[in-house]
Nanobody
Framework: QVQLVESGGGSVQAGGSLRLSCAAS??????MGWFRQAPGKEREGVAA????????YYADSVKGRFTISQDSAKNTVYLQMNSLKPEDTAMYYC??????????????????????WGQGTQVTVSS
């Protein structure tokens, strides 16, 4: 069983920064990622990273602004979010799982690539 504990959400003005953290218990996972869901929209993958080879994925909407990183010793993954925009406002969810069979992100992460989910942390960006 894997438990995920998120922290770091909050409110910020456009152009500001936030860092999300997600600590995982257990070892039954190969990748971790961040998804977000705005009201009335589907949950979408924002960023993901494989624990072993470090391969990362970023949604086009966050490339150059968000950085995902991991501390393997702490079983923790971070999402550094810079130059935040109002459209980044959403509930952000941490996820852990096994990803794709070849350890790459040849396609965007899907919900089914992850078997464990955190409770979510709200990020609100005001203009």
């Amino acid at each position: 069983q894997v438990q995920l504990v998120e922290s770091g959400g909050g409110s910020v003005q456009a152009g500001g920064s936030l860092r999300l953290s997600c600590a995982a218990s257990g070892t039954s996972w190969n990748c971790m990622g961040w998804f977000r869901q705005a009201p009335g929209k589907e949950r979408e993958g924002v960023a993901a990273v494989y624990r072993g080879n470090g391969n990362t994925y970023y949604a086009d909407s966050v490339k150059g602004r968000f950085t995902i990183s991991q501390d393997s010793a702490k079983n923790t993954v971070y999402l550094q979010m810079n130059s935040l925009k109002p459209e980044d406002t959403a509930m952000y969810y941490c996820a852990a799982g096994w990803g794709l069979y070849d350890g790459t992100w040849y396609r965007a992460p899907a919900l089914t690539d992850f078997g464990y989910w955190g409770q979510g942390t709200q990020v609100t960006v005001s203009s």
